[in-house]
């Protein structure tokens, strides 16, 4: 399946949509506390996690995550829920925001041992005002 191009019929001529299907996996490595300390998104219940990118994915679309943490042996398989979006600079729908393009996923509710994984790994997260790819 993959990407496929939408159609004139779709209204949205050349612009690339990614479909949800089980073969979809993003990889994300973050390799040092200041990359995961942006990316975290501790306002999201149970947890969640920015990641850039430039494809259009749609709210509420189910993504697969294989995600690297610094410090971890081992990857984290996530599918999670696309909850949050900051679009492309100079899309249509654009809102003039600086914050980089991509997608804020929340953590599923199997996975609630993450955030605590993720907290540990920035214990000081909460005093520090360090710049968020999202707020």
Known sequence: MGNRRMSDRDGLAGK???????SSILL???NDETSLLAAYMPFIRGGGL?????Q?????????????????P?????????????PALGA?????SSKAPGIG???????RQLKL????????????SAESFTL
């Open 28 to 30: 994300v490595n973050i």
């Open 117 to 128: 994984r993720i907290e540990n790994l920035l214990p000081d997260y909460g005093e520090v």
């Open 92 to 96: 249509e729908c654009g809102t003039g």
């Open 16 to 22: 690339e949509c990614v479909l949800k299907h089980k």
């Open 50 to 54: 920015f990641i850039k990118t430039d």
């Open 56 to 72: 259009p994915i749609a709210m509420g679309s189910e993504i697969h995550v294989s995600l690297h943490l610094f410090e971890d």
């Open 105 to 111: 996923i929340c953590f599923p509710e199997s996975l």
């Open 74 to 86: 081992q990857d984290i398989s996530i599918r999670g829920k696309v909850v949050w979006i900051n």
